[in-house]
């Protein structure tokens, strides 16, 4: 059976009307002048369930780099965009005058079923954005979106058409779709209701928790007792039916959002509305650990076990925990791209299907935001680096790759796919879409995983090697990271004022096999560093103690995992895609070129620029340079015969059953101290291979013959 369209193609159908006019230009914003001009945020403990917690965005600052670049250009897109046209679709609906402005476009237009989302997703961006730098002018704007939408409540209650049935409604257009799902009714009649009364909500929580507007909590509480008066009422099996439905049954984070609006008001009506939006088919499957994604929408579900996490924290049911443990595990690895994105068409495929996959329609930037969410959210409850190594290849070869490297103030500038295919390219923009609306809050928020700390305060984690200094004031501490990341170097964190016993924990990331050192005020420590683990430093601290440490990069391919030839290159943590016009799959061939150490640097040489190499004619650039120039990030490995520099078998190299072939075992033994060895290594497989029927006695011989007469330097 056919899938419906996706909602990408419907907006590529409409894109003829969703034309964005001039906007005057503004000047940055000024800063405030001191902590007391700025609006404190409310504190808000974290759940007892957290093993470990998050430092809020405002006390931690980026420094000097490639994120900061992309965070500096979404800020002025926050400054420079007018609020009158995010909120021209609420006063619409409120019967207020709309002062002339138009929607922004996309799917946010005047009729659009969607209309009101990207409002919410502004305000988040704002709000962020304010936390972040403490611009006076942000906070005017956030308050200002913040009254108005307040406005909008209660002059649709006070004289809607048709009023609603709560005075809590607050949406960009009449309760009309909510009460037809409630009958079943589908996408594309209706879109996703509750999916867009979610991104208001979080946008309105966001104000308040990044931002301290109290009148902001306010809105979203009465939003929440409406959700829970339409909902509170329905069957369990109504529930069940309306999530399963595609697209119009999304909902988004509600499940979270109303457990984190509970969290503040403490009503339980909003805890027990987070309820409704239990997934219940899905929830069971997963926390069975059965794998039923295939053919489920990718960004429908993922924010559910978000949701279902937070709802573990107020609860205490481990199901919640388990199903958000079970779903990510199904997703991270089984159905992720290099990239890690997911997804092709915005449809979960089959587990292990990515190189069955590829093509310009993959991974879902707004899949990728809200998986990075929920591998944070996991990390808060079981500290396992494996979440940070997928925070950080998200971060670093999606999100940072999904802001293109030019200013604008019309639109946020951002991707919604982005292609695996060969020779895809990726297509900016995105006014008024989902992935428009996520992508606003991907760079406004890079800080918010770089550290964290123990529950307890007597450990601190960085996860992430970002330019960035902490300030942790219960400690009385600040600590300056310096780094060029991603871009290969030492990374050194200074403690700048405060000391004391702490467990300096240092993320030692799976790619870093070429070596962790650690140095401690010049001195190197003799501690074994696990790639895909942390390193522990305990000790008592003094101000002005220096911690560097250094992972060099070496070059990599990752298999696809259902055909171990379609691969991709990385350097590090870093992708990095062929640039080609050529719509095929490129072959790259290695293994000839290979000396006894056994190093990708010997057939791949540098270009002269940082991360950007040369091979088979071709320039590796990093995927984080965000531009349009058609890429291949996949290539198709050839290695067909068995061949050690200009020493020729003529012997295929055939793949055993796992599909790895006799070079790349023998190589993956590598490096070699000698010919001699080499030559061992290389008997003793091709005798592993001749016992399984893979050679001939004759190829066996003739393999160890090219062995010998190869001469392989070193």
């Known amino acids: 059976m056919s899938q419906p369209p996706t909602r990408r193609k419907v907006l590529k159908l409409a894109a003829g009307g969703a034309a964005v006019g001039p906007l005057a230009a503004a000047a940055p914003a000024a800063r405030a002048a001191t902590p007391d001009a700025a609006t404190p945020a409310p504190a808000t403990a974290a759940p007892s369930a957290w093993a470990v917690q998050p430092f809020a965005l405002d006390q931690v600052a980026l420094g000097d780099g490639v994120f900061r670049r992309k965070r500096d250009l979404m800020l002025t897109y926050a400054r420079d965009y007018p609020a009158d046209r995010i909120l021209a679709v609420f006063r619409a609906n409120a019967g207020l005058d709309t002062r002339g402005a138009r929607p922004p476009g996309g799917w946010e237009t005047a009729d659009g079923n969607l209309r009101g989302h990207y409002a919410g997703h502004f305000l988040t961006l704002v709000a962020q954005a304010y936390a972040d730098t403490r611009e006076v002018a942000l906070k005017t704007k956030l308050d200002h979106l913040v009254a108005e939408l307040a406005l909008c409540q209660q002059a649709f209650a006070d004289h809607g058409t048709p009023k609603p049935t709560h005075p809590g409604y607050l949406a960009a257009y009449p309760e009309t779709q909510f009460i037809l799902l409630e009958s079943y009714t589908t996408y594309p009649t ?34 929440g007792d409406w959700v829970h008066s339409r909902l509170g009422r329905l069957p369990k099996a109504q529930l069940e039916r309306m999530w399963s439905i595609y697209i119009a049954g999304e909902y988004g984070g509600m499940n979270e959002v109303l457990a984190d609006l509970y969290a ?61 443990r079970n779903f990510w595990g199904m997703v991270a690895g089984p159905r992720t791209y290099s990239l890690g994105g997911t997804g092709q068409g915005e449809m979960f495929r089959a587990r292990g299907a990515v190189a069955a996959t590829l093509g310009d329609d993959n991974a879902e930037t707004c899949a990728t935001y809200n ?36 200013a604008g103030t019309t639109g946020p500038e951002v991707t919604y796919f982005v292609g695996m295919g060969p020779g895809a390219v990726r297509e900016y923009d995105n006014t008024g879409t989902c992935c428009g609306g996520t992508g606003m809050e991907n760079h406004t928020k890079y800080q918010d995983s770089v550290y964290f700390r123990s529950a307890d305060g007597t450990a601190l984690y960085v996860n992430l090697y970002l330019a960035s200094t902490l300030r942790w004031p219960e400690r009385g501490l600040v600590i300056e990271q310096t780094s060029a990341y991603p871009t290969e170097g030492v990374r050194t964190l200074t403690f700048r ?44 601290w003094q101000r002005g103690d220096r911690v560097t440490v ?20 990385f350097h590090g943590p870093i992708l990095l895609v062929a640039r080609s016009q050529a719509t095929s799959l490129r072959a790259f061939s290695f293994y000839k070129d290979f000396t006894l150490r056994g190093d990708l640097a010997d057939p791949i040489r540098p270009e002269g620029r940082p991360h950007h190499f040369t091979t088979h004619g071709l320039t590796l650039a990093p995927f984080h340079i965000a531009d349009d120039t058609r890429y291949h990030a996949y290539f198709k490995r050839a290695e067909p015969v068995v061949v050690f520099g200009t020493s020729d078998s003529g012997v295929p190299n ?31 497989l091709a005798d592993v291979w001749l016992s399984t029927a893979l050679f001939t006695r004759t190829e066996r011989d003739r393999v160890v013959t090219a062995a010998v007469n190869a001469n392989l330097r070193n």
């Open 550 to 569: 250094s992972a060099p990069y070496r070059l990599r391919v990752e298999r696809a995992l259902d055909d171990p030839t379609v691969q991709s290159l």
């Open 371 to 406: 998986l990075l969410k929920l591998s944070r959210q996991l990390f808060f409850h079981e500290p396992d680096a494996a979440y940070m190594d997928h925070y950080e290849r998200g971060l670093t070869n999606h999100i940072l790759a999904s802001r293109r490297d030019a």
């Open 264 to 324: 503040l008001t403490g009503r339980p009506e909003h805890l027990a509305a987070a309820r409704c939006f239990d997934n219940t088919a899905l929830l069971d499957a997963c926390v069975d650990d059965r794998d039923v994604l295939e053919g489920r929408h990718a960004n429908q579900h993922i924010p559910q076990f978000t949701g279902y996490l937070r709802l573990f924290d107020h609860t205490g049911d481990e199901e919640y925990a388990a199903a958000a």
């Open 654 to 684: 055939r793949a055993r059953g796992d599909g790895l072939t006799f070079l790349d075992v023998l190589w993956g033994q590598a490096p070699f101290a000698t010919s001699a060895r080499f030559v061992d290594a290389v008997r003793t």
């Open 190 to 223: 209706i879109w996703a209701p509750y999916y867009t009364c979610h991104k208001i909500m979080r946008g309105l929580l966001d104000a308040h928790s990044l931002a301290g507007n109290a009148q902001a909590l306010a809105v979203a509480s009465k939003m």
């Open 497 to 540: 004022e405060g000391g004391g016993s702490l467990d300096l924990k240092l993320r030692v990331p799976s790619w870093a096999t070429a070596g962790f050192t650690v140095t401690v005020n010049g001195v190197r420590l003799q501690a074994r560093a696990v790639p895909g683990s942390y390193l522990t430093l305990s000790r008592t």
